[in-house]
């Protein structure tokens, strides 16, 4: 197991063999975890890669 598979490993929603980080709809994301340090992490995870695409995430509509 890589080591991002670690620390996911407590993230997401688990319906039988499936495992849900994130669900996108128009203008919005919902990011789903177990606890906030799992949440805050994955965050911080999405910021990079948005910024990688051009990209900024407008942190002061974050609700938690």
């Keep these: ?11 997401g929603l688990e319906i039988q063999d499936t495992t ?6 128009p203008h919005d994301q919902l990011l ?3 606890d906030y340090e ?11 890669k948005y910024e ?3 990209l900024k995430l407008n942190v002061k509509k974050l609700n938690i």
């Design 1 to 11: 197991m890589e080591n991002w598979q670690k620390k996911c490993a407590k993230i």
């Design 32 to 34: 789903i975890a177990h």
């Design 20 to 25: 849900i980080y994130t669900m996108i709809f």
């Design 52 to 54: 990688l695409w051009g």
């Design 38 to 48: 799992n949440l805050e992490y994955t965050t911080k995870k999405l910021i990079y």
